[in-house]
T-cell receptor, first 114, second 113 residues
């Protein structure tokens, strides 16, 4: 079962920041927060992941609360092409534990509108 | 670099028939995954390979589903016989090893009538 809770849908105006929340109140100390997204008719795409520090890459920023029980994915300037289902996943990420699968929930449908 | 390739993209079969899907992962990726995604739900892992060995097949319905990854590169997923509830998108993904991010293929949309 998914260990995260996300709102089922959100809307965002084009050019504005999209802030997608995720609750993971039972996260363990060795579990990372991963974000993937799935554009219609495509496979999921990795966005970003983090353990406890905030992370930023060319696609997005990830803000994790100090207690690690929740996080927010930020798309700084959303475009129409960012319309997708966004999945927040918690997962152990170590080289030796190959059995740690990605468990997807229903995700958040983000609609970017012009 | 080339992404994960899957074929066919679409398949329509009748119940009780058999079907096979093919996946070619990104070159050098040791870990390969097959997921099933039913409409409106997130993907669900069916099986995970590390090279040509199975790491996790706990959610694979083994009475009708089988998968292999000969030589640790390409993989095939087979369903025999198919049921109506097998209608879904079957996604293949690969990663350098089990810890890094996974790269997904476009999927095969299966319709069982």
């Amino acid at each position: 079962d998914a260990k995260t809770t996300q709102p089922p849908s959100m809307d965002c105006a084009e050019g504005r920041a999209a802030n997608l929340p995720c609750n993971h109140s039972t996260i363990s100390g060795n579990e990372y927060v991963y974000w993937y997204r799935q554009i219609h008719s495509q496979g999921p795409q990795y966005i970003i992941h983090g353990l406890k520090n905030n992370e930023t890459n060319e696609m997005a920023s990830l803000i994790i609360t100090e207690d690690r029980k929740s996080s927010t994915l930020i798309l700084p300037h959303a475009t129409l092409r960012d319309t997708a289902v966004y999945y927040c996943i918690v997962r152990v990420a170590t080289r030796v534990e190959y059995g740690n699968k990605l468990v997807f929930g229903a995700g958040t449908i983000l609609r970017v509108k012009s | 670099e080339a992404g994960v390739a899957q074929s066919p993209r679409y398949k329509i079969i009748e119940k009780r028939q058999s079907v096979a899907f093919w996946c070619n992962p990104i070159s050098g990726h040791a870990t390969l995954y097959w997921y099933q995604q039913i409409l409106g739900q997130g993907p669900k892992l069916l099986i995970q390979f590390q090279n040509n060995g199975v790491v996790d097949d706990s959610q694979l319905p083994k009475d009708r589903f089988s998968a292999e990854r000969l030589k640790g590169v390409d993989s095939t997923l087979k369903i025999q016989p198919a049921k109506l509830e097998d209608s879904a998108v079957y996604l293949c993904a690969s990663s350098w090893d089990g810890s890094y991010e996974q790269y997904f293929g476009p999927g095969t949309r299966l319709t069982v009538t």
